[in-house]
Nanobody
Framework: HVQLVESGGGSVEAGGSLRLSCAVS????????MGWFRQSSGNEREGVASIDSDGETTYADSVKGRFTISRDNAGNDVDLQIESLKSEDTAMYICAGRHSVSQSGCATLSDGIFTQWGQGTQVTVS
């Protein structure tokens, strides 16, 4: 198993940008499907982006063109670059992972796919 620790959240004005990072510790990271989810008050957890072990990416329609997920297998981290922030992006952003997931499975952005979760980092857009 791997352990996930997020960082990079904060309070920003609408139109600004943030880069979230998820530090991954443990073995086998390069074979993991990694994802970013978000959950705002009163709402269900939403998958926003995923990246499989080959670097193939998937984005929720609500964030396409503004969010970019990337991974550094050597550095054991997965980042989420967020541009043109909107108030509706305000949420807790949570990193997730699962070992040996098919490309199609990783692309579902379903939280049922993932077995490892971080604690999250808060993003507030005003």
């Amino acid at each position: 198993h791997v352990q996930l620790v997020e960082s990079g959240g904060g309070s920003v004005e609408a139109g600004g940008s943030l880069r979230l990072s998820c530090a991954v510790s443990g073995y086998g990271y390069s074979d993991y499907c990694m994802g970013w989810f978000r959950q705002s008050s009163g709402n269900e957890r939403e998958g926003v982006a995923s990246i499989d072990s080959d670097g193939e990416t998937t984005y929720a329609d609500s964030v396409k063109g503004r969010f970019t997920i990337s991974r550094d297998n050597a550095g054991n981290d997965v980042d989420l670059q967020i541009e043109s922030l909107k108030s509706e992006d305000t949420a807790m952003y949570i990193c997730a992972g699962r070992h040996s997931v098919s490309q199609s499975g990783c692309a579902t952005l379903s939280d049922g796919i993932f077995t490892q979760w971080g604690q999250g980092t808060q993003v507030t857009v005003s």
